[in-house]
């Protein structure tokens, strides 16, 4: 990692540490911790009132996302979700609540003071089918194959090396599993000059992939069914945006067509009906892939 990647990765890092100890410190005072994002573009006004009703008065103060990725991944009974730089665990908490005591969620985050501030929340909030890891989102800490979704509010657009996000992503993904983040994205016409005078990277602006960029990404990393779309404007030209994309599952050819054969195209394919061969399988699925 160059200088320049080490030094903005660290501020990133301090600016959050800060958050979590003025929460934390706040928790303490007659009124309660306040809010660490008074802006309207962020935080905790952006989830429903009966979301906000369910969770600690911490873990929404020390919220600092772009959206409410709960909202939009469609998390069902019994998955296992990741919540990518999970902060004070108020998106881990919440996927808690609606994947219920079957399933499970994982929250992400490299900073101390913050994964101590989720643990004491999701102590408030009464949550056992949680967990919280110390780690950096390029080098994600879970085997592959390891969760069903893949969540984050506004922190992908941190990190200085985001194809590594990308790719760690689909790894530890299963196959047909999904991912429903909340980023901050950049209008094409914008130069990442014209980006960093919207604002810094440790404010979530000057760091932001294009949505051509971001769509380019994932794909590289192997999803498909990639879909972008911005919800509010958060600086002229950038925007908070919803980001949907599936892992392929397994025997589906790079079109997308099922193959009616797992591993696809490999020296280990082989036919999900015994009863035929792969050539046959493939024929009658109309796979793109036959030999």
Known sequence: MSEQSTNLREAVRQRYAAAATKVTEGSSACCGPEPVEADENFGSNLYA?????TLPAEALAASLGCGNPTAVAELREGERVLDLGSGGGIDVLLSAR??????KAYGLDMTDEMLELALANAARAGATNVEFLKGAIE????PAGTVDVVISNCVINLSVDKPAVF???FRVLRPGGRIGVFDVVADDTLTVQQRAERGDHVGCIAGALSFSEYRAGLESAGF???DITPTHTVADGMHSAVVRATKPA?????AGSCCGVSACCTPAEQSADPSVTV?????AAGCACRH
């Open 98 to 103: 609606r994947v219920g005591p079957t399933g």
């Open 224 to 226: 498909s069914n990639i």
């Open 49 to 53: 009132a009966d979301e906000r009703d």
């Open 167 to 169: 790719a760690e992503t």
């Open 250 to 254: 397994a025997g589906t050819d790079p």
């Open 279 to 283: 050539s046959e399988a493939k024929n």
């Open 139 to 142: 080098a994600i800490p879970l």
